[in-house]
């Protein structure tokens, strides 16, 4: 895939496709590549650009409200997350967390529940690439865990479901020594049963973040944080084995 950028518009596009807007029609070479520059048949010229983090989340087929990249930051950021890990992660909804850590180089197992909500996920990896990285799962992780416990460790756990303390209480049994665990919720009740159950399974490290950002705006009278936008996205617990 491929995105093709006009001012402030972009459109995902496979090459040898036709790009049909009021700007005119852009016939996509099939050799078409990051930097290109493309020509409707009016005159107006698109920029070509490979597809990176934030274009996923901007782009890919939504079944819900996706992990935000800020979010997805933290996560990397405070788990190390990186090539080669093993990467077990539930409630998949759009593959956002999914598809950022296998481009990583992670190998990612991830469980949704929802049948139709995994099929999206299955068609949002081969978009980004990762479809060979990213083992999409339908069914409820709970129902996994003790065949999961009996395989290979996993670098790394992460959450973004509901159930999330009940999978925590089970985490030591899933992570390899020194692995993490990351849950995403966007209410601190689920993020408090979620250290509790980390603390009952003796993981070490545990700490919960608010995530709190504000844009700047910048004009000629000034800057100050903006007074637009959502500033709070959710609660992020982390902990290690």
Do not use: C, K, W
């Not at 180089?105 to 068609?123: H, K, L, S």
């Amino acid at each position: 895939m491929i995105l093709l950028v006009h001012g402030d518009r972009e459109y995902l596009r496979e090459p040898g496709d036709e790009l049909h807007t009021d700007l005119g029609v852009v016939d996509i070479p099939e050799d078409v590549a990051s930097g290109d520059t493309l020509e409707t048949h009016l005159g107006e010229e698109f920029s070509a650009r490979e597809l990176r983090g934030p274009d996923l989340f901007n782009h890919l087929e939504r079944t819900g409200a996706p992990m935000m990249p800020r979010d997805i930051g933290l996560v990397i950021g405070h788990t190390g997350a990186a090539a080669g890990d093993r990467v077990l992660d539930a409630g998949t909804g759009t593959g956002i967390l999914a598809a950022y850590l296998g481009r990583l180089g992670a190998d990612v197992t991830t469980y949704e529940q929802d049948a139709e909500f995994a099929d999206v996920a299955r068609e949002n990896m081969v978009v980004a690439g990762v479809a060979e990285a990213v083992d999409v799962r339908t069914g409820d992780i709970t129902d996994a865990i003790d065949d999961l416990a009996a395989g290979e460790p996993f670098d790394l756990l992460t959450l973004d479901t509901e159930d999330a303390p009940e999978v925590v209480a089970d985490a030591a049994d899933l992570l390899a020594a020194g692995g993490y665990l990351a849950v995403y919720s966007p209410f601190v009740e689920n993020s408090r049963a979620s250290v509790e159950a980390a603390e009952a399974a003796g993981l070490a490290d545990i700490e919960t973040v608010e995530t709190i950002q504000r844009e700047l705006t910048v004009d000629d009278r000034g800057t100050r944080p903006s007074t637009a936008g959502v500033g709070h996205t959710g609660y992020l617990t982390f902990a290690r084995r």
